[in-house]
């Protein structure tokens, strides 16, 4: 770079621009894996939560991260009735990605029945006050 810059002329002040090497088509958050992905909100709303396509990493638009996962073991209070399942979640800073042991904002777990779509968890996630869903940003379950 140097050479090119004397060969061409250039002065002083120089930019540099910092380049560094994309790992693959994973992400890692709190030690997990997942396969980087971008598929809109848009195009995923009407997925059932009871499929388990949920499953993974979603920017929200207010930049925060948010994992969730089916959580299969759920307690409920005696008095409630049981959901048909459970999503386990916790929303991240931006800057939690790549950490082993990052501390989560929030979290929580959420039943569903077996109607509900990923639009219910996000509208449930807005009312909350915790952002919208703007994109699936990666998978899980897809590592070999």
């Not at 077996?114 to 219910?120: E, F």
Request: charged fraction near 30%.
């Amino acid at each position: 770079m140097l050479d090119w810059i004397e060969n061409h002329d250039y002065n002083l002040p120089l930019y540099l621009h910092e380049f560094k090497a994309f790992a693959g088509n994973t992400i890692f958050l709190a030690g997990q894996e997942f396969k980087l992905c971008s598929k809109s909100f848009n195009s995923i709303k009407k997925q059932k939560l009871h499929t388990q396509k949920f499953e993974g990493l979603y920017k929200l638009d207010n930049g925060n991260i948010l994992d969730c996962h089916e959580w299969f073991d759920p307690s409920w209070e005696d008095d409630d009735p049981e959901p048909f399942g459970a999503i386990y979640y916790d929303i991240y800073e931006p800057s939690a990605m790549d950490e082993d042991d990052p501390i989560s904002l929030d979290g929580g777990v959420i039943g569903y029945s077996k109607t509900d779509t990923l639009k219910y968890f996000g509208r449930w996630l807005e009312d909350c006050k915790q952002g919208s869903i703007i994109e699936k940003i990666g998978e899980t379950g897809m590592m070999s």
